[in-house]
T-cell receptor
Framework: IAGITQAPTSQILAAGRRMTLRCTQD?????MYWYRQDLGLGLRLIHY???????GKGEVPDGYSVSRANTDDFPLTLASAVPSQTSVYFC???????????FGSGTRLTVV | AQSVTQLGSHVSVSEGALVLLRCNYS??????LFWYVQYPNQGLQLLLK??????LVKGINGFEAEFKKSETSFHLTKPSAHMSDAAEYFC????????????FGGGTRLMVKP
């Protein structure tokens, strides 16, 4: 089934540790996104990539980095995790501005 | 710049009653508008969208929404709520020019009482 795969589904991480959240899509969408979801705040954009080889900063990029080496993969890295990065992280992709986004099932991250 | 306001973080209705979830947006360019639904421990699923053309759009599961430019609104409705409609609903706006991202509202949790 075409879509987005995120891994892991959940993780408990010690503060200060490095963590990479994985995101892979098989729809050949050009654009990919990382959002975090926090209660009462909706979804906030962390980073995005309009096409392979390019990335950009969203609303809340601090403490996160991304890379886009190819069309299918868009990993999100926390270099040194802090408790405020406890959240549910969603990866999404899009083929064009009128089509909306396709979302992955999310990664629930707890930083302790 | 664009933003979305969803009035009411929680809405409770009885089964069979009308569902009305409110969404107002601001956008500096003609908007594309979306409603997503999120069931517990799942990702977001597209309910419906407005891009151009007919301002009343129909989506999955009996939901519909009407784009009202004069009111900058895109409220979501369903004539008769089912227990299975209990979920979180997100309104989102996207400018129709290249590079514009989806901006989401804070979400509305719909509860359906038997």
């Amino acid at each position: 089934i075409a879509g987005i795969t995120q891994a892991p589904t959940s993780q408990i991480l010690a503060a200060g540790r490095r963590m990479t959240l994985r995101c892979t899509q098989d729809m050949r969408h050009n654009a990919m996104y990382w959002y975090r979801q926090d209660l009462g705040l909706g979804l906030r954009l962390i980073h995005y990539s309009n096409t392979a080889g390019t990335t950009g900063k969203g609303e809340v990029p601090d403490g996160y980095s991304v890379s886009r080496a190819n069309t299918d993969d868009f990993p999100l890295t926390l270099a040194s995790a802090v408790p405020s990065q406890t959240s549910v992280y969603f990866c999404a992709s899009s083929s064009g501005s009128g089509t909306g986004y396709t979302f992955g099932s999310g990664t629930r991250l707890t930083v302790v | 710049a664009q933003s979305v306001t969803q009035l009411g973080s929680h809405v409770s209705v009885s089964e069979g009653a009308l569902v009305l979830l409110r969404c107002n947006y601001s956008s500096s360019v003609p908007p594309y508008l979306f409603w997503y639904v999120q069931y517990p421990n799942q990702g977001l699923q597209l309910l419906l969208k407005y891009t151009t053309g007919a301002t009343l759009v129909k989506g999955i599961n009996g939901f519909e929404a009407e784009f009202k430019k004069s009111e900058t609104s895109f409220h979501l409705t369903k004539p008769s709520a089912h227990m299975s409609d209990a979920a979180e609903y997100f309104c989102a706006v996207r400018g129709n020019n290249a590079g514009n991202m989806l901006t989401f509202g804070g979400g509305t949790r719909l509860m359906v009482k038997p």
